[in-house]
């Protein structure tokens, strides 16, 4: 819990992202206006990237900050499924997986989760869930992150993939309100324990990193 003083953590990361890089992330007003626009609808079915598990097997702030906020699109009927996308890239845990489980202990109905479980790269979390989800029968689709990620997203969403693509960008007041809300439940991470894990770093060169970061490596034959 934190203080009413204290500058909250997911909010003072992104004040440091936007000090950084303020080009390279949404501004609140920007993503004000964005969360506006999509609350005149319902998504079928909204993407939430994933992030690999510290070394203490906890989620950090971000993490937290995403999976809070699929939930709140879904409480307030923005969202009627989430899709917790990735795989064990720079940990042996699916990130999917994880962030599947963490939504289900603060209280996302299981029905309403669904995981992407090959994505290692953020371009391959949107590419990959929206072929599923089309798969799968759904029709409209949302992506919902941070600022950062999901301006570094949008173009790749909108020329890539599909101009009907939304984005749903974290509100910086609205996380101000939620996060003292935010608790940290206790999961069973061995649920989402990969074997034989090797960290992407030691399976490919950094070029291919590099590709994989700009969306070159997918794979156009999942999903279909």
């Known amino acids: 819990m934190f203080k009413r003083r204290q500058v909250p953590g997911i909010i003072l990361i992104v004040f440091l992202l936007a000090a950084v890089a303020p080009g390279c992330m949404f501004s609140e007003r920007s993503a004000q206006?964005?969360?506006?626009?999509?609350?005149?609808?319902?998504?079928?079915?909204?993407?939430?990237?994933?992030?690999?598990?510290?070394?203490?097997?906890?989620?950090?702030?971000?993490?937290?900050?995403?999976?809070?906020?699929?939930?709140f699109l879904l409480d307030k009927g923005i969202a009627k499924n989430v899709m917790f996308s990735g795989a064990a890239v720079h940990s042996p845990y699916y990130e999917g997986l994880v962030m599947a489980m963490y939504a289900e202990a603060i209280g996302i109905p299981k029905e309403k989760i669904y995981t992407e479980l090959l994505a290692e790269h953020s371009t391959e979390n949107l590419y990959y869930s929206y072929k599923k989800a089309k798969k799968l029968g759904f029709k409209t689709i949302a992506l919902a992150s941070d600022p950062f990620q999901s301006?570094?997203?949008?173009?790749?969403?909108?020329?890539?993939?599909?101009?009907?693509?939304?984005?749903?960008?974290?509100?910086?007041?609205?996380?101000?309100?939620?996060?003292?809300?935010?608790?940290?439940?206790?999961?069973?991470?061995?649920?989402?324990?990969?074997?034989?894990?090797?960290?992407?770093?030691?399976?490919?060169?950094?070029?291919?990193?590099?590709?994989?970061?700009?969306?070159?490596?997918r794979d156009k034959k999942a999903y279909q």
Do not use: C
Not at 46 to 59: A, E
Not at 192 to 211: G, Y
């Open 33 to 71: 206006r964005l969360y506006d626009k999509a609350s005149r609808k319902s998504y079928d079915m909204v993407i939430i990237p994933g992030l690999p598990l510290g070394d203490s097997l906890q989620w950090d702030r971000i993490l937290r900050g995403r999976i809070y906020w699929a939930k």
């Open 151 to 217: 301006k570094q997203l949008k173009s790749f969403a909108h020329l890539r993939l599909s101009r009907s693509i939304g984005i749903i960008p974290f509100v910086i007041d609205t996380m101000k309100t939620l996060e003292p809300l935010m608790k940290d439940p206790v999961i069973d991470h061995q649920k989402a324990f990969k074997k034989d894990f090797v960290a992407l770093v030691e399976r490919e060169s950094r070029w291919k990193r590099i590709k994989g970061t700009i969306g070159w490596n």
